[in-house]
């Protein structure tokens, strides 16, 4: 049964908290026992069920249950907000928190990204033996590998759709996402480059489709002043200079 269907894509940040309450029901506790943040409250554990405690405020204050909650507002660590999911379901609210919070959060919730798909794709290792806590963790989504993909797949859509983000990022983003303990998975980094192969940078060899000057083979790739400049040979025209972010030639496969 799949875990991340279309429509929770659809949905805003706080609808996606709010469906997951009502899929798992309230946390009854808070997640730290004190207001000095050290010890947090086990009565609240649902991880024989796959289930882990997501803060809701880490759209406002990032790293809520790490070492600096100390010196965030305690009432985000009330049990009212807070909402269990599993480890994939996890990883989509941080992608939604990306996508729709100012700058600054954002660069606050991409380690809770990198953190949570390092952690899945240790997972799906073939090599890998969960134990303990992991072991239920990983057995919630043993069977939705498909659904990891599509939530990975969203998250590069956004990442690369957002105008203050250079798309030549993209390729790294690829690799953060694709990393586990012992270096990246290359089976995703090849699953992931392939599906976003034409927004990736261009590459000495790199086969190309431009609107008017038609096919041709990238030659050299050069910074001029700032700007990223793609020299093509072309078929018909021979050699020309593009601009990287030139919207009419993109990337083909041969």
């Given at each position: 049964?799949?875990?991340?269907?279309?429509?929770?894509?659809?949905?805003?940040?706080?609808?996606?908290?709010?469906?997951?309450?009502?899929?798992?029901?309230?946390?009854?506790?808070?997640?730290?026992?004190?207001?000095?943040?050290?010890?947090?409250?086990?009565?609240?554990s649902?991880?024989?069920?796959?289930?882990?405690?997501?803060?809701?405020?880490?759209?406002?204050?990032?790293?809520?249950?790490?070492?600096?909650?100390?010196?965030?507002?305690?009432?985000?660590?009330?049990?009212?907000?807070?909402?269990?999911?599993?480890?994939?379901?996890?990883?989509?609210?941080?992608?939604?928190?990306?996508?729709?919070?100012?700058?600054?959060?954002?660069?606050?919730?991409r380690?809770?990204?990198?953190?949570?798909?390092?952690?899945?794709n240790?997972?799906?290792?073939?090599?890998?033996?969960?134990?303990?806590?992991?072991e239920?963790?990983?057995?919630?989504?043993?069977?939705?590998?498909?659904?990891?993909l599509?939530v990975?797949?969203?998250?590069?859509?956004?990442?690369?759709?957002?105008?203050?983000l250079?798309?030549?990022?993209?390729?790294?983003?690829?690799?953060?996402?694709?990393?586990?303990?012992?270096?990246?998975?290359e089976?995703?980094?090849?699953?992931?480059?392939?599906?976003?192969?034409?927004?990736?940078?261009?590459?000495?060899?790199?086969?190309?489709?431009?609107?008017?000057?038609?096919?041709?083979?990238?030659?050299?790739?050069?910074?001029?002043?700032?700007?990223k400049?793609?020299?093509?040979?072309?078929?018909?025209?021979?050699?020309?200079?593009?601009?990287?972010?030139?919207?009419?030639?993109?990337?083909?496969?041969?």
């Amino acid at each position: 049964m799949r875990i991340i269907t279309p429509e929770l894509f659809e949905m805003t940040y706080s609808d996606l908290c709010n469906y997951y309450l009502a899929k798992y029901g309230n946390v009854k506790y808070d997640y730290f026992s004190t207001p000095e943040c050290k010890s947090v409250q086990k009565k609240n554990s649902r991880t024989k069920e796959g289930l882990e405690i997501h803060h809701i405020d880490e759209n406002r204050y990032p790293l809520l249950s790490a070492r600096w909650a100390k010196d965030m507002p305690f009432e985000c660590q009330k049990a009212d907000r807070l909402v269990y999911v599993n480890v994939l379901e996890h990883l989509l609210l941080h992608i939604k928190i990306f996508e729709e919070t100012n700058p600054k959060v954002i660069i606050m919730s991409r380690p809770g990204i990198y953190f949570l798909s390092n952690r899945i794709n240790e997972y799906f290792s073939d090599d890998y033996q969960p134990k303990g806590w992991h072991e239920n963790m990983f057995k919630s989504i043993v069977d939705n590998y498909d659904d990891y993909l599509d939530v990975l797949f969203y998250h590069l859509n956004v990442f690369s759709q957002k105008a203050s983000l250079k798309r030549q990022l993209l390729f790294k983003e690829i690799e953060n996402i694709s990393k586990k303990n012992d270096g990246n998975d290359e089976k995703l980094d090849i699953i992931l480059k392939d599906k976003f192969y034409a927004l990736l940078p261009y590459e000495v060899g790199d086969n190309v489709e431009h609107n008017k000057f038609g096919s041709g083979i990238v030659s050299d790739v050069k910074e001029i002043e700032g700007v990223k400049v793609v020299f093509v040979k072309f078929e018909k025209c021979g050699q020309k200079m593009i601009l990287e972010s030139f919207e009419h030639m993109h990337r083909i496969k041969k």
